[in-house]
Each structure stands twice: as C-alpha cells, then as structure tokens.
Antibody, heavy 121, light 108 residues
Framework: QVHLQESGPGLVKPSETLSLTCTVS????????WTWIRQPAGKGLEWIGR???????NYNPSLKGRVAMSLDTSKNQVSLNLTSVTAADTAVYFC???????????????WGQGTLVIVSS | EIVLTQSPGALFLSPGERATLSCRAS???????LAWYQQKPGQSPRLLMY???ERASGIPDRFSGTGSGTDFTLTISRLEPEDFAVYYC?????????FGGGTKVEIK
C-alpha cells in the first residue's frame, strides 16, 4: 500500500523560502502525477500544483511564479519550494497522488497526513 | 478557473437522516470530472466519489453522487456517526484544479 509522508520545517520566516519533501513508500513515483495542496487553519483546500514523474510541472497561476516542484525518482521523493512567503502562506501542506497511472487528470488518493507550516518571524 | 460553490455551508442532521450536499460549477465540467472528499478534524481528505457518480474503493453504498455539467449532488442516504465531517467537491477537468468551499455535516 502506497504511503506518503510530508516533511520539512514547521516554521519559516517571512520573505524566505518554504521547502517541503514528500516521501513515497510502498510504490513507485513513476507514471503518476504528484500534487501539493494546502489548507489554512479552518479553511478550504487550495491546489498548489503538480508534477509528473517525467519532471513536467503544472502550477496554480494564483501563486504568481513563487512555486517550484521537483521529483527525485531515485529517492521516491517529491519536493515543493515556495519563495517569498508571507503569513498568508501559513497552512497545512498535503502531498497527494493521482489515482490513475499514466492518466492526465484523475482525483487524489492517497494523501499524506499533512504538515503544518507557520510563517512568522 | 472553474469556481465551485458548495451549499449549504453547514447541515445539521441526526444519525439515520438523509444528507443532500450541492456543488455548483461556474463552467461546465467535462467528462463528469468531479470528485467528492470527506475530511475529519486533523485528517487528510479521503476520496469518496469520482466521475461524479462512481464510489471510490471501500466507500459504503449509502454514499451516492449524481449530476453533470454544472450541478452535482452528494447524497448520504442514512447518516452514520462516522459520517459527520466536512465534504469538499473538486473538479479535475482542467487546470488549475479547484475545490469547493466545503459543507460541514454536523450532529443536530
């Protein structure tokens, strides 16, 4: 059974870069899209973007070029970098996998448990 | 981008009652690429339905989904205690993928 685990600093200073890693166990990253989604406390879900196992990304334009994702197939890890963070970037960050392999668009399962990132000085 | 509006924002019901949740899209969702998720406090969302009406693996048949185009509905036929949670719809028809604001199903 595939398991996703997010990791990274829980506290980031304003204007700095938020860096998170999603480690995939029990399966391969190959052939799937890998997505980052965030959720501010008490609020809804926001799609940050996704990356295919070939390395081709697709980001949410609302993040105005601050986001970059990468994938390390040798380590079965997916990474997220979000630059120039502000308090508005404080949220629980989830990684998730598309349900369908080799398919362009499909819903998400499984999800990681999420990791809380607070932006504060 | 496709904006998804969920209603009501909250639903107060008793176990055994029927829950009807609505998700309306600002544009037509092609191929019925509409999913529903359930989220409980402190947990990640769990996929319930995809393709508007297909149940995900392990989801009980008291959950059903209908709709097409811009109007979609999730129905829970008889609420069990474990069904009280927040429900989100999501379109995966086109980028950026978007979620609705959620409907919280609470115990009356």
């Amino acid at each position: 059974q595939v398991h996703l685990q997010e990791s990274g600093p829980g506290l980031v200073k304003p204007s700095e870069t938020l860096s998170l890693t999603c480690t995939v166990s029990g399966g391969s990253v190959s052939g799937y899209f890998w997505t980052w989604i965030r959720q501010p406390a008490g609020k809804g879900l926001e799609w940050i973007g996704r990356i295919y196992s070939s390395g081709i990304p697709n980001y949410n334009p609302s993040l105005k070029g601050r986001v970059a994702m990468s994938l390390d197939t040798s380590k079965n890890q997916v990474s997220l970098n979000l630059t120039s963070v502000t308090a508005a970037d404080t949220a629980v960050y989830f990684c998730a996998r598309d349900t369908l392999r080799y398919f362009n668009w499909s819903p998400y399962a499984p999800w990681g448990q999420g990791t809380l990132v607070i932006v504060s000085s | 981008e496709i904006v998804l509006t969920q209603s009501p924002g909250a639903l107060f019901l008793s176990p055994g009652e029927r829950a009807t949740l609505s998700c309306r899209a600002s544009q037509t969702i092609n191929n019925n690429f509409l999913a529903w998720y359930q989220q409980k406090p402190g947990q990640s969302p769990r996929l319930l339905m995809y393709g508007a009406s297909e149940r995900a693996s392990g989801i009980p048949d008291r959950f059903s989904g209908t709709g097409s185009g811009t109007d979609f509905t999730l129905t829970i036929s008889r609420l069990e205690p474990e069904d009280f949670a927040v429900y989100y719809c999501q379109q995966y028809d086109r980028s950026p993928l978007t979620f609705g604001g959620g409907t919280k199903v609470e115990i009356k």
